[in-house]
């Protein structure tokens, strides 16, 4: 068994990488993760974990570089810890274990490693490495099988909070899709094909690149009237880091009406798609409501089932329309093992 550290994701094997767990999709994608490498704000390194030439763990950990978090959401202090377990978390002081950005960890460890005696001991080569640099270790946006692990190897002495679920659709590869919902669902999305058929609508499927000078605007407008503030060249510096994803194919659909004009933008990974951002600025309307919900599902489900796509990511937040159209939840978890836990388990200590 060889287990040690890494300073680039280069020095492992993409599809190996990758296969070692999935759950967060593009997020945590090999790709993905070498493209936050180049980010002047982290410094990455990786605990790759060999058994007989077979990686069983290849886990991202970062520091931050910056005297304030990049990211609030990224900011331990506002996960409303129990005992104010995150108050103590500055970014001179904490070891992120899994992700900095997107807001969804992978763990990528295998099953056998995940087992409590198996994966504390990949646990306390982290908290060795954290406590070396005055550094506890800080879980951002975890999956439930990946925090249920976690905790298992650690006697629950990590400090929890689940902050946000992620929404999905399954199955879409199956002809029988929509049969299998339940009725309340199935009338939802047939009230909106009536809506959608009442709005003379033109839609289309493009490569951003032909569609970004007009829909990066509209994309930062929809951001900025949500409370999200945005400028047009930073939807169009967002996707640009898209582009040069080479396991990612971008694309845009569109849907135009007499009065209004809109955009969804969908990433495709794997057998995966993930729905992205929308712009489809104004005012409230039923020609507004039949743009926005077929471009935000209707429009994405045909391309998923036309292409064999089984399962789209919805993205968080705004669950009760998602719930109505179909969409199920994962819960997604932060979490704090303190300054005092963190140095008990860097000496093994049970």
């Known amino acids: 068994m060889a287990m040690g550290f890494t300073s680039a994701i ?8 990758d296969s070692l767990d999935t759950t967060a999709g593009i997020a945590s994608s090999y790709h993905r993760l070498r493209q936050k490498e180049q980010d002047a704000r982290w410094l990455t390194s990786y605990l790759g974990w060999f058994e007989e030439d077979r990686m069983r763990a290849a886990v991202p950990v970062y520091r931050c570089r910056t005297q304030s978090w990049p990211d609030k959401l990224y900011d331990p202090r506002s996960w409303n810890l129990l005992g104010d377990a995150g108050g103590g978390c500055s970014p ?9 950005a997107d807001r969804r960890t992978g763990f990528h460890v295998d099953a056998v490693a995940r087992t409590p005696a198996r994966l504390r001991s990949l646990l306390v080569e982290l908290a060795r490495h954290a406590v070396d640099e005055g550094r506890s270790l800080v879980f951002p946006y975890m999956y439930t099988d990946a925090r249920n692990a976690l905790s298992a190897a650690t006697e629950d002495t990590i400090v929890w909070a689940a902050l946000e679920r992620e929404s999905h659709i399954f ?11 339940p009725s309340k669902v199935r009338n939802t999305l047939r009230r909106d094909q009536r809506k959608i058929a009442d709005v003379p609508m033109t839609v289309s499927e493009a490569p951003w690149c032909e569609i970004e ?16 503030p945005d400028r047009s060249e930073f939807v169009s510096f967002r996707y640009f880091d898209w582009q040069q994803n080479p396991a990612v194919d971008l694309m845009a659909l ?11 933008t969908v990433l495709l990974w794997e057998d995966e798609m993930e729905v992205y951002e929308v712009g489809l600025p104004g005012e409230d309307s039923d020609e507004r409501f039949a743009l926005y919900v077929n471009l935000l599902f209707h429009l994405p489900i045909q391309y998923a089932r036309s292409r064999g796509i089984d399962h789209i990511r919805l993205g968080l937040r705004a669950e009760t329309p998602k719930a109505a159209r179909g969409a199920v939840f994962e819960d997604l978890h932060c979490g704090v093992l303190g300054p005092a836990e963190t140095k008990r388990l860097a000496r093994g200590v049970s």
């Open 171 to 181: 199955g879409l590869s199956d002809p029988q899709w929509e049969s299998t919902l």
């Open 92 to 100: 001179g002081n904490s070891l992120l274990v899994g992700g900095c």
């Open 213 to 228: 000078t007009w829909a990066a605007e509209l994309i930062a407008e929809h951001n900025s009237l949500k409370g999200e």
């Open 10 to 17: 280069g020095d492992f094997d993409q599809k190996e990488f």
């Open 254 to 264: 569109t849907a135009q009406s007499p009065g209004l004009r809109g955009v969804q």
